[in-house]
């Protein structure tokens, strides 16, 4: 099959899951969110069991969408692949709040832990993104696995394309209201990064990291209690 005919039919695909969310994505009430258990179920790469997906939620490439058991989606909230290659994987009883955005970026793969809470307007968007079991993501956060190239100031930023590394958050994280947290970063095990903090650079495990840019003022954990980890330089 050639490339453009490749290209047809996800075209085709795609048109096809986005006339079916739209059938039933707005209906209210328990009529609605059963209808959507049973369409959803032929569209999405996988739909767990006790899924509730509230009216208004948005999917674009919903076959590289995996929803684990329990999960919550609230109401606008808006899960988007960058193309049939990418792919969303929210584990079991993973709940998105109200207006959460997930987007991949080209032959993206984002990840979502089980148990994770994702806070209100809360943005995650990149191409390698993932995150923890059992983390609490307050609401406003934004978290993205990308940079725009701007290194030829005679080039618009817009056509100077991206840079990518990835965003690695581990289990049992607390990140309050507003941090941002940008590419390259990995936030170790147990952290919290306190309210209005940008993350610039690794926080290591078991850390209180706040301000801007984000340092460690404190530690739920020391590194002597860790003996796998050595005290940050």
Same mark, same amino acid.
């Given at each position: &099959?050639?490339?453009?005919?490749?290209?047809?039919?996800?075209?085709?695909?795609?048109?096809?899951?986005?006339?079916?969310?739209?059938?039933?994505?707005? &209906?209210?009430?328990?009529?609605?969110?059963?209808?959507?258990?049973?369409?959803?179920?032929?569209?999405?790469?996988?739909?767990?069991?006790?899924?509730?997906?509230?009216?208004?939620?948005?999917?674009?490439?919903?076959?590289?969408?995996?929803?684990?058991?329990?999960?919550?989606?609230?109401?606008?909230?808006?899960?988007?692949?960058?193309?049939?290659?990418?792919?969303?994987?929210?584990?079991?009883?993973?709940?998105?709040? &109200?207006?959460?955005?997930?987007?991949?970026?080209?032959?993206?793969?984002?990840?979502?832990?089980?148990?994770?809470?994702?806070?209100?307007?809360?943005?995650?968007?990149?191409?390698?993104?993932? $995150?923890?079991?059992?983390?609490? $993501?307050?609401?406003?956060?934004?978290?993205?696995?990308?940079?725009?190239?701007?290194?030829?100031?005679?080039?618009?930023?817009?056509?100077?394309?991206?840079?990518?590394?990835?965003?690695? $958050?581990?289990?049992?994280?607390?990140?309050?209201?507003?941090?941002?947290?940008?590419?390259?970063?990995?936030?170790?095990?147990?952290?919290?990064?306190?309210?209005?903090?940008?993350?610039?650079?690794?926080?290591?495990?078991?850390?209180?990291?706040?301000?801007?840019?984000?340092?460690?003022?404190?530690?739920?954990?020391?590194?002597?209690?860790?003996?796998?980890?050595?005290?940050?330089?």
């Amino acid at each position: &099959m050639s490339k453009s005919n490749r290209s047809s039919e996800a075209a085709e695909s795609v048109k096809g899951e986005g006339f079916l969310i739209a059938l039933v994505g707005w &209906m209210p009430l328990s009529i609605g969110r059963l209808l959507r258990q049973v369409v959803y179920r032929f569209i999405f790469g996988r739909l767990g069991r006790s899924v509730r997906i509230n009216p208004g939620v948005e999917f674009i490439c919903a076959q590289g969408i995996e929803l684990g058991h329990g999960v919550k989606l609230d109401r606008g909230a808006s899960l988007r692949n960058h193309g049939p290659r990418g792919r969303i994987r929210l584990g079991n009883e993973v709940s998105l709040d &109200m207006g959460v955005m997930v987007k991949t970026h080209i032959q993206g793969n984002i990840c979502i832990g089980d148990r994770t809470y994702i806070g209100p307007y809360t943005c995650l968007s990149g191409q390698t993104l993932s $995150i923890g079991e059992d983390c609490l $993501i307050a609401s406003h956060c934004g978290i993205y696995a990308n940079n725009h190239a701007f290194a030829e100031p005679d080039t618009p930023i817009i056509l100077q394309g991206a840079t990518y590394k990835g965003i690695t $958050i581990e289990d049992d994280c607390w990140l309050g209201c507003g941090v941002k947290v940008l590419d390259g970063v990995t936030i170790g095990r147990g952290s919290v990064i306190g309210a209005g903090s940008v993350v610039t650079k690794n926080i290591p495990p078991y850390a209180i990291a706040v301000g801007v840019p984000a340092k460690v003022v404190s530690w739920r954990k020391k590194p002597s209690e860790l003996p796998s980890l050595q005290a940050p330089i």
